[in-house]
Antibody, heavy 118, light 111 residues
Framework: QVTLRESGPALVKPTQTLTLTCTFS??????????VSWIRQPPGKALEWLAL???????YYSASLQTRLTISKDTSKNQVVLTMTNMDPVDTATYYC??????????WGQGTLVTVSS | NFMLTQPHSVSESPGKTVTISCTRS????????VQWYQQRPGSAPTSVIS?????PSGVPDRFSGSIDSSSNSASLTISGLKTEDEADYYC??????????FGGGTKLTVL
């Protein structure tokens, strides 16, 4: 059974750096074609793709956010970490991680709501 | 970069059939697989169609997907609508320059 769980702070202040961890089980991120992606969803709005890390450590970022994002993986811990710098209230959203295989994402974690407020 | 455009909302009655479109702005819709995700209120998205027309295990055969090169679009069709199908639906695709692209989502109301 494949599961993913996001963890991180529920509240961050403007200008702070957000660090989120995706802890997964039931698959290996060393398997060819496998990836983990981060996606966010502001309240009442659409899904927005943020970043992706492939099994071979290739990394991809949203063009609009790439200067603020860093994605990394620790295969020994079955974790993928996303950092987002210079947080702003517009970054308030539910952040999801999802397993991907050949760019098909299933399953997704339950998501974690991050609020940016002073 | 390409975009995927979906209607903002659709509505239909229980038992009827509804189709949600997803139009690719540039590049061929047939060049890369299209996935569809269902998101019920308060829940994470789940896959209902992958690789244009494949149903993941557990998804009812009332859900089907297709692509149309003439309109450069993909479609999700749900037949025999049930109230439980009421949700937001997102299409997703990719290409060599854009690893993940989501459509803007369609709110399906079953009334």
């Amino acid at each position: 059974q494949v599961t993913l769980r996001e963890s991180g702070p529920a509240l961050v202040k403007p200008t702070q750096t957000l660090t989120l961890t995706c802890t997964f089980s039931g698959f290996s991120l060393t398997t060819s074609g496998m990836c983990v992606s981060w996606i966010r969803q502001p309240p009442g709005k659409a899904l927005e793709w943020l970043a992706l890390i492939d099994w071979d450590d290739e990394k991809y970022y949203s063009a609009s956010l790439q200067t603020r994002l860093t994605i990394s993986k620790d295969t020994s811990k079955n974790q993928v970490v996303l950092t987002m710098t210079n947080m702003d209230p517009v970054d308030t959203a539910t952040y999801y991680c999802a397993r991907g295989f050949l760019r098909k994402f299933d399953p997704w974690g339950q998501g974690t709501l991050v609020t940016v407020s002073s | 970069n390409f975009m995927l455009t979906q209607p903002h909302s659709v509505s239909e009655s229980p038992g009827k059939t509804v189709t949600i479109s997803c139009t690719r702005s540039s590049g061929s819709i047939a060049s890369n697989y299209v996935q569809w995700y269902q998101q019920r209120p308060g829940s994470a998205p789940t896959s209902v169609i992958s690789e244009n027309n494949e149903r993941p295990s557990g998804v009812p055969d009332r859900f089907s997907g297709s692509i149309d090169s003439s309109s450069n679009s993909a479609s999700l069709t749900i037949s025999g609508l049930k109230t439980e199908d009421e949700a937001d639906y997102y299409c997703q695709s990719y290409d060599s320059s854009n690893p993940v692209v989501f459509g803007g989502g369609t709110k399906l109301t079953v009334l």
